[in-house]
């Protein structure tokens, strides 16, 4: 299923909200900035998912954006510290 530009705005808010939830603190991000933020999370996690031999369809698809976002946040973080 292709939803365009507006499947990619859905996944990357819910991936970027979930990323968020997941690894709380005070990040001063608005509501674009966490869809970006799951949109790059979903480029991220398709990307490795694969290549470590698990699924990205269906549900998976949301796991692996999700997984994604927390590592981009978690990322953000240190780059921002420094």
């Known amino acids: 299923m292709d939803f365009g530009i507006f499947g990619w705005i859905f996944i990357g808010l819910?991936?970027?909200v979930l990323g968020r939830f997941l690894v709380p603190g005070d990040d001063k991000m608005g509501i674009i900035w966490t869809i970006l933020l799951g949109i790059g999370g979903a480029l991220l996690g398709g990307f490795v998912f694969p290549r470590l031999g698990l699924p990205i369809s269906g549900l998976w698809s949301y796991v692996a954006a999700t997984?994604?976002?927390v590592v981009l946040v978690?990322?953000?973080?240190f780059i921002r510290r420094r």
Request: avoid cysteine; proline fraction near 0%.
């Open 74 to 77: 978690l990322a953000f973080r």
């Open 67 to 69: 997984a994604g976002a």
């Open 14 to 16: 819910i991936a970027g």
